[in-house]
């Protein structure tokens, strides 16, 4: 079973950029599916993406779509989010897990601590 460790969350201004970080261990990152979601104080689940084990194909959210990207580095073993033009909305702890499409829907196993992102306006 893998294991993933989020990190690069803080506080920054509308505007602004932040990359997370999702560092595998216990398995190589690049034999599945990896992608984000996020969890905002009274809202549920918000899938956000989703990077095919091959990276051949990667689905967004339209929430995050142009502003959001998630990327591979192999050799660290690490997925991560690049995130521009941040809003105040996109305030929410930020999760990445193993993901895999369910019918419409993204699910995701096997995710991490999280890492909290806060926007300011």
């Known amino acids: 079973q893998v294991q993933l460790v989020e990190s690069g969350g803080g506080l920054v201004q509308s505007g602004g950029s932040l990359r997370l970080s999702c560092a595998g261990s216990?398995?190589?990152?690049?034999?599945?599916?990896i992608g984000w979601f996020r969890h905002a104080p009274g809202k549920g689940r918000e899938p956000l993406s989703c990077?095919?084990?091959?990276?051949?194909?990667?689905y967004y959210a339209d929430s995050v779509k142009g502003r959001f990207t998630t990327s591979r580095d192999n050799a660290k073993n690490t997925v991560f989010l690049q995130m521009n033009s941040l809003k105040p909305e996109d305030t929410a702890v930020y999760y990445c897990?193993?993901?895999?499409?369910?019918?419409?829907?993204?699910?995701?196993?096997?995710w991490g601590q999280g890492t909290q992102v806060i926007v300011s306006s």
């Open positions: 216990g398995d190589t990152l690049a034999y599945f599916a």
């Open positions: 897990g193993q993901c895999r499409r369910d019918g419409v829907d993204y699910e995701y196993d096997y």
């Open positions: 990077i095919s084990s091959s990276d051949s194909s990667t």
